[in-house]
């Protein structure tokens, strides 16, 4: 089987790797600009999960790195099934934490409450649109490692 750009230990998972911890810090900044997020769970869930997605991208993207370096693909079939699953648990709460915390930006915004006063509101909205953007580079790193699975 022909290399699949996006597979474990290509310039293409790399690319997305590093994409996945930039918008995951993105969001994380997004969301700490304002220490008053603590009043609201889908505000802490964003937080949590966006924090469990820097670490994973990050060292996932340093073994793309030395697959590159050594120009041999690390790929054991139980390593990628780990991959696999590690990216369909994250790539699940990435895109809860998002939604849920873009829906109660959007009620915050449409009740009018003191809360979202000043520029507050759109921080959360970006630092939702951020986590929803790592949430696509999440799933697609899972589509192309599920599809290379067969084949290892």
């Known amino acids: 089987m022909g290399e699949l750009p996006g597979a ?8 997305l790797r590093l994409g996945q911890a930039i918008l995951a810090v993105s969001s994380l900044l997004f969301m700490c600009m304002g220490v008053d997020f603590y009043s609201f769970t889908a505000y802490c869930f964003l937080i949590t999960a966006m924090g469990l997605v820097v670490p ?14 050594v120009k041999h693909p690390v ?3 139980g390593i990628l099934s780990i991959v696999i699953v590690g990216d369909w648990v994250l ?6 934490a998002s939604t849920s915390a873009a829906s109660v930006t ?7 409450d003191p809360f979202c006063m000043g520029n507050m ?12 953007l790592s949430w696509c ?8 490692n599920l ?4 084949s290892v």
Not at 8 to 15: A, E, I, M, R, Y
Not at 121 to 132: D, E, G, H, K, T
Not at 137 to 144: I, P
């Open 75 to 77: 790929r054991p079939p």
């Open 137 to 144: 580079l999440l799933f697609s790193s899972l589509l192309f």
């Open 147 to 150: 599809w290379l699975l067969p």
């Open 106 to 112: 959007e009620l915050l915004l449409s009740s009018r």
């Open 56 to 69: 994973w991208s990050s060292t996932l993207a340093l073994v793309d790195a030395f697959s590159i370096c």
């Open 8 to 15: 474990l230990g290509t310039t293409g998972s790399l690319g």
């Open 121 to 132: 509101c759109i921080r959360y909205q970006l630092a939702a649109a951020m986590a929803f």
């Open 91 to 96: 790539s699940l709460l990435s895109l809860a």
